[in-house]
C-alpha cells in the first residue's frame, strides 16, 4: 500500500510544476487581456474627447448660425417695408404706363382730325 501511496505522490510532484506553469500561463493570459482591454478602453476615452469636441464645434457653430440667422432677419424686416413699397411704386408705374398709351392713342387720334380739319 505504501506504493500504491508512493505513486500519487509523485505524480503530485511532478504536477506541481505543470500547474505552476499552467497557473503562470494563465496569469500572464489575464495581464495581457487586461492590458489589451485597458488599451482598448483608452483608445475609447480618446474617441469620446475627439467627438466631443467636434460636437462642441458643431455646437458653437449652430450657435453662430443662429445669431447670423437672427441678425439677417431683422435686416429683412427692415428691408421688406422698402420692398413693399417698390412693389407698390411698380404697380403705379404700370398704371401711369397704361394711362400713357391711353394718351398716345387719343393724341394719336387727334393729330388725325386736325389734319382733316386742315385739309
Not at 476615452?45 to 455646437?59: G, L, P
Request: glycine content about 6%.
Amino acid at each position: 500500500m505504501s506504493a500504491v501511496h508512493h505513486i500519487p505522490h509523485q505524480q503530485g510532484e511532478e504536477s506541481v510544476p505543470k500547474l505552476d506553469d499552467t497557473i503562470a500561463s494563465l496569469e500572464n493570459l489575464i495581464r495581457l487581456d487586461t492590458e489589451a482591454t485597458i488599451g482598448d478602453l483608452e483608445l475609447l476615452v480618446r474617441v469620446n474627447q475627439n467627438a466631443a469636441q467636434r460636437y462642441r464645434a458643431m455646437a458653437d457653430a449652430a450657435e453662430g448660425l443662429q445669431t447670423d440667422s437672427d441678425y439677417l432677419s431683422g435686416k429683412y424686416a427692415e428691408v421688406s417695408k422698402y420692398i413693399k413699397q417698390v412693389d407698390e411704386l411698380d404697380d403705379r408705374v404700370g398704371e401711369l404706363e397704361k394711362v400713357v398709351r391711353e394718351l398716345e392713342e387719343w393724341t394719336g387720334e387727334l393729330e388725325v382730325k386736325v389734319r382733316r380739319l386742315r385739309r
